[in-house]
Each structure stands twice: as C-alpha cells, then as structure tokens.
C-alpha cells in the first residue's frame, strides 16, 4: 500500500547509492511479516529509476523450474539485455561452449555467465553509467530448494554462489529476502547489510502503523459493500487497535483477517476471531480457527476430499488449474468448489489454485498446531498422487495417442502437431506422465503398488514414452528408470530387459 513501508525502502534507498557497503543487503524476517511485498514494490521502484538490473521469485511450489540455475541464466540474460560488454563476454562463452546453461554446475554457470561479465564491465568505467547501475532483486531465497534433500543441494550450491557475489566490486548490488534460516544466516550475516523486519513482542511502531493503515483502509471497503447498515467507522478505533497489536507486525495475520470478514457477515465473523483470544500473531491460532469456522459440522467425505485437494496443492510438482484437480484426482467438481469455497481466506486469486503465503502450508504441516482433520501428512498424499497418475496414464495411455494420419514421417513433419498433442495429451496427463515417479519416490516400497506398477510398465511403457517425446520431456526418461528401479529394488529389472 502507498504510503507503507516507508522506513524500510529509506533504508534500502541510502544502501544503494553507498558504495562503501556490502554489496549484498538482506531483508530479513518471520513468515507472513510481509518481504515478498516489499520485494515486488522495490523491483517497481527500480524499475522506474531504470536501476532494475534483474529480478527473480523462488516459489516452493514451482521447484522445478524455480532453480537457481534459471536465477542466474536469467540474471544473465537481463544483463545482457542492458549492458554491450555483459552481453559480449556472455555470447563469446557460449559460442565457446565454455558454460553448459543446463548443467547442474551451478558455480560454472555464475562465473561464466555473471562473475566474468560483471569484472569484464568494471573494466570499462563508461560500460555501466553510475546512475545506472543495476540492482539484482531476488526474493524468497529460503524457498529454493523445496522440501525434500537431493532438491536441498540446488540451495547450497545457490548460498555458495552468493559468497563470490560478495566479492564482485560493491557498486554490483543484490537484495534478497528470506526468512532467517540457519544454513542462511551463516552465509549471509558476515557479507551482507542484514535489515530484519520487526514482529512478535518485538514489532516497532513503524510496522505497527502500517498495520493499522492497512486495516483501516481493507475495513473502508468493506463499509463501502454494507452502505446504510454499518457505521462509516466500523469496527471502531478500539478493535482496530486491538487487532493491530494481534497481528504483531504479521500483514498476512491481517490479510488472513480481512478475507476471513469478507467470506460471511462481517460482524459475525469479526466476532468469531475476537471472542476466541486469536493473540499476537499467531497465524496458527487464527489458521485453525479460519478452517473450524469455514467446514464446521462437515462429513468425513469432505475431511477427505479437503486432505486430498490440500495435499495437491502442497505437493504437486507444478501448480495446476481447477479443472486438473477434477481429473486427476476424480473428484466431483462440486465437492472441489466447496472446499475451495471453504479455503478462499487462504487462497490466491486466479486460474492456477496456490496457497496465498507458504505460512499456511507450514501450519498443514505441524500436527503440534494444525487440527487432526485439517493435518496433512506427506507420505500419503505422495502415494494418493502416484496412484492418481497412473490411473490417469493407465486409462488414457494407448497407441497413437495423437492420432497421426501416418507414422511414417518425423514429428517435425507433421503439420498441425501441436493442436493434436493439446487436444490429446490433456495437462493431467502431461502432468502424471512427467511427475509419476517423483512423487513415487516418497513413498515406501509395498507389494500392492508394485504390483500395480508392474501391470502398467508392461502393458503403457512404450505409449509412456511416446507421451515424453512428444512433450519435450524424453530426456527425463534415463533419470525416472533410475529412480523407479531404486523403488522397486531391482526386483523388474530382468522384466525391462526382456521388454
């Protein structure tokens, strides 16, 4: 919101014009305490000074292509794009083939295509005008890496190559936000200006106004829809202090608020978080009662449906859109409108279905906080979505698939490819094709998935691959085998041999 946040970007604005500081500066803070907001206003502040360098958005939910392999082929790209000796020192290592931009050498890839363009351009004072140098913006470095260990490398390998930024010439800034994880702070504390944004018992009052801001302006609207039956000040000055001081600097605890009034009766659902003693910020507090409110007096089908809907949107590889969840989970369309109707405090608005703040996924997470029936467990939902896939793979699966008049020419060949493979190869299906034996791969070896996996292997192997191939996805093959031989125990090995 205008007028928010002023102290902070003072801050950041006195860290890039001096030249004397770290050239890394780290906006620190706890979830929900609003960095990913201040990131974006700062990327539309550089943006209007022409001092935006490049920016980048790691996302949980899109670890796959969220790496920071695109970080860095993507800051070189925006370099290149600005600055004549970065795009020349970029364009001679790639012919030179001294760089692999899809190599898993995350450290080849920022020497190459960052650290010796930068150095490149400091040899050449007029390259980069001082009242253009560029500022780098990366926001929610604590979401690289998604949750499982081999995905945990891509964010060593990503802290790694922050330590040679810190050497580059200090006129190259960086600002990146994250919480303050420890393989993070031991990184970034001794290279970086660290500004922590305030919350808990230890908010400041700069945050707290902002706050308050926020929530005067989000309850001005909400009097505009009720015209004539509430009071131009409602809620009144005292529960707007009082819900000030329980966000506790949070604007995702206040955000989370306001959604929660505007799903029903505003005085009624005010009052649901007031009587209740939802305290300073705590988003697990105000979490439950949002979910105990929204499916009150709900069936054991709902819990079940809710656990899978939730579990798809935590821990499918790609977010998806409504109408995938309606086949690859087989779920009736109305029972997925109502609990998402029943979850919209909590979600972003748009096509793709995704938690608005990775806060709520947390909560999900912790038994010690979530409700038993809300409590998501990880290994289920991998083997809820393994067995989704191939179910989809085995029912759509079949010779063919794109139905080509002949199958004697290439696909480069065939004209009206691409309309054929979006008509026939539906996103689900791309999607359980791709992502089977990832999600596979969490889950523990037993006999009745073997065994359902062995059918499939030997009557869709060949239609699986042709599904890869013609979806640009066939180098993911080698990989997948390896994994799914691991899962198995070698025990199909000989049956692929004889395939």
């Known amino acids: 919101m205008r007028g928010t946040r002023e102290d902070v970007f003072a801050v950041v604005d006195n860290w890039i014009e001096d030249f004397e500081a770290p050239n890394i500066f780290w906006i620190r803070g706890f979830p929900g305490v609003g960095k990913s907001a201040i990131a974006s206003t700062l990327i539309q502040r550089l943006r209007?000074?022409?001092?935006?360098?490049?920016?980048?958005?790691?996302?949980?939910?899109?670890?796959?292509?969220?790496?920071?392999?695109?970080l860095w082929r993507t800051v070189a790209y925006d370099l290149a794009r600005l600055y004549p000796t970065v795009?020349?020192?970029?364009?001679?290592?790639?012919?030179?083939?001294?760089?692999?931009?899809?190599?898993?050498?995350?450290?080849?890839?920022?020497?190459n295509l960052i650290e010796a363009p930068l150095l490149a351009s400091d040899d050449i004072p007029d390259d980069i005008p001082i009242g253009r140098l560029p500022v780098i913006v990366v926001d929610a470095l604590d979401e690289c890496g998604g949750r499982n260990s081999r995905q945990s490398m891509h964010r060593d390998g990503l802290i790694s190559t922050l330590k040679r930024w810190a050497l580059l010439p200090r006129k190259f800034k960086l600002v990146v936000t994250s919480r303050g994880d420890d393989d993070i702070a031991r990184v970034l504390t001794p290279i970086s200006e660290v500004h922590d944004l305030s919350s808990g018992h230890e908010v400041n009052t700069h945050a707290s106004n902002d706050i308050r801001l926020f929530l005067l302006s989000r309850f001005a609207k909400i009097v505009k829809r009720y015209s004539g039956s509430l009071?131009?000040?409602?809620?009144?000055?005292?529960?707007?202090?009082?819900?000030?001081?329980?966000?506790?600097?949070?604007f995702i605890w206040a955000e989370t608020l306001i959604q929660f009034v505007n799903e029903g009766e505003p005085n009624i659902q005010l009052r649901q978080i007031l009587q209740d003693g939802?305290?300073?910020?705590?988003?697990?507090?105000?979490?439950?009662?949002?979910?105990?409110?929204?499916?009150?007096?709900?069936?054991?089908?709902?819990?079940?449906?809710?656990?899978?809907?939730?579990?798809?949107?935590?821990?499918?590889k790609r977010p998806m859109a409504r109408s995938e969840y309606v086949e690859l989970l087989s779920i009736e369309p109305s029972m997925l409108d109502y609990v998402l109707k029943g979850l919209r405090s909590v979600m972003s608005q748009g096509d793709e279905l995704h938690f608005n703040h990775q806060s709520f996924v947390d909560f999900l997470l912790d038994s010690g906080k979530c409700p038993r029936p809300f409590y998501i467990v990880e290994t289920p939902q991998h083997q809820n979505l393994t067995g989704s896939s191939l179910h989809i793979m085995v029912k759509r699966l079949h010779f063919d698939i794109?139905?080509?008049?002949?199958?004697?020419?290439?696909?480069?060949?065939?004209?009206?490819?691409?309309?054929?493979?979006?008509?026939?190869?539906?996103?689900?299906?791309?999607?359980?094709?791709?992502?089977?034996?990832?999600?596979?791969?969490?889950?523990?070896?037993?006999?009745?998935?073997?065994?359902?996996?062995?059918?499939?292997i030997y009557e869709n192997l060949l239609?699986?691959?042709?599904?890869?191939?013609?979806?640009?996805?066939?180098?993911?093959?080698?990989p997948m085998l390896t994994s799914l031989l691991e899962w198995c125990k070698v025990r199909v090995v000989s049956k692929f041999i004889q395939i």
């Open 87 to 111: 795009r020349k020192v970029v364009v001679v290592r790639l012919d030179n083939e001294e760089v692999d931009v899809d190599s898993s050498n995350i450290k080849n890839i920022f020497r």
């Open 278 to 316: 939802v305290g300073l910020g705590d988003l697990a507090l105000l979490y439950a009662r949002v979910l105990e409110v929204s499916f009150r007096l709900s069936s054991s089908e709902v819990f079940s449906s809710f656990q899978a809907i939730a579990g798809t949107l935590i821990f499918a």
């Open 48 to 70: 209007s000074l022409n001092r935006l360098g490049s920016s980048f958005i790691f996302d949980r939910a899109k670890s796959t292509t969220a790496t920071p392999n695109a």
């Open 463 to 478: 239609y699986w691959f042709e599904v890869l191939s013609y979806t640009n996805e066939i180098h993911y093959a080698a």
């Open 402 to 456: 794109c139905q080509l008049p002949t199958s004697y020419v290439r696909n480069n060949q065939v004209q009206d490819l691409e309309s054929r493979i979006e008509e026939f190869i539906t996103a689900p299906l791309a999607y359980a094709c791709r992502f089977w034996i990832d999600h596979l791969r969490m889950v523990p070896y037993h006999q009745e998935m073997f065994d359902d996996i062995k059918s499939f």
């Open 231 to 250: 009071p131009s000040d409602w809620p009144g000055a005292e529960v707007v202090d009082e819900l000030t001081n329980r966000a506790a600097g949070l």
